[in-house]
């Protein structure tokens, strides 16, 4: 196995392994270690069935079901995300850490490319961890006080941006059943702790954190703009181009990431699954 981290200010690209084969403890390990060590995990070429994805996953932890869309219908862990060429809207489309909503959200995401666009559609990805750790010291004692109401309500809840568009694709499969989930809030501190790095990294995102605990919605909207302003400055980002048969794998705990929606009338496929986390600290 190599490791180039030629992609950016974050991730790195692995090569000299074939995920159609069983992995070792050991591979696993280092698979782990490269990962944790840059925030994502980029191996290309690869056929990934979704039951070969899920046991890519299962390697890293218990799998987690995702609660707005529907899995294909080979594995229940999988979920396609498909923007077709008339569609208008994409998903995840800002930027954001997966699922923080969830009183648990997941600490992996494995992102599997099936066909991209003959341009765009890469996936910009921000080290919230050293924009965290950029920042004065007196601020980041102010901000590690501080706790988020965070929810699902204002992507997935009435009046949503993902539910206005139900229509237009495979998002709109994404309503059945938890209507109620939707509008959950669950709170999460907006600096969190990394549990196996002991590293901090912001945490609040514009479209999954409503407010600080304590504060209007308007005074909250103001420094979760300054944070997210603040982490994708250039020297925190790295711009993943995709090719079919790339599988990607992130650390939702000290990662952002922001699907860019520029190609119009081409469609991109993808094969999502999500690895169980603990509640964020
Ligand atoms: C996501 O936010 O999980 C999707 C990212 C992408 O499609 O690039």
């Known amino acids: 196995m190599q490791v180039s981290t030629h992609l950016g200010p974050i991730g790195a690209e692995v090569t000299g392994i074939d995920l159609s084969k069983s992995l070792t403890d050991a591979d696993v390990q280092k698979l782990r270690d490269i990962w944790l060590a840059h925030g994502f995990i980029a191996i290309r070429d690869q056929d990934v069935s979704p039951a070969s994805q899920a046991a890519f996953g299962a390697y890293f932890g218990a799998l987690d079901i995702y609660p707005f869309m529907q899995a294909v219908p080979e594995n229940e862990h999988v979920i396609p995300i498909i923007k077709e060429p008339e569609a208008a809207l994409n998903f995840g489309g800002d930027w954001h850490t997966d699922t923080s909503y969830k009183v648990c959200p997941p600490q992996a995401t494995i992102l599997y490319a099936v066909s991209v666009p003959p341009q765009g559609g890469d996936t910009l990805f921000a080290d919230a961890t050293r924009a965290y750790e950029d920042l004065s010291p007196d601020f980041r004692s102010v901000l590690e006080g501080l706790n988020g109401v965070y929810t699902p309500k204002m992507v997935h809840g009435e009046g949503g941006g993902y539910r206005a ?94 699907a860019l929606n520029d190609y119009q009338g081409f469609r991109r496929h993808m094969h999502r699954v999500i690895v169980k986390g603990d509640r964020p600290k």
């Not at 790095?197 to 504060?215: A, D, L, V």
């Not at 980002?237 to 992130?250: A, D, E, I, S, Y």
């Open 165 to 258: 568009v139900s229509a237009q694709s495979q998002l709109g499969k994404a309503y059945g059943g938890n209507e109620e989930f939707a509008e959950s809030e669950v709170i999460h501190p907006i600096i969190r702790t990394h549990p196996e790095t002991g590293r901090k990294s912001i945490y609040c995102s514009r479209p999954h954190t409503h407010r600080i605990e304590g504060w209007r919605r308007e005074e909250s909207k103001s420094l979760i703009a300054y944070l997210t302003e603040h982490l994708t400055q250039s020297q925190y980002v790295t711009r993943f181009k995709w090719q079919p048969g790339t599988l990607v794998m992130w650390d939702n705990r000290c990662l952002f990431h922001n």
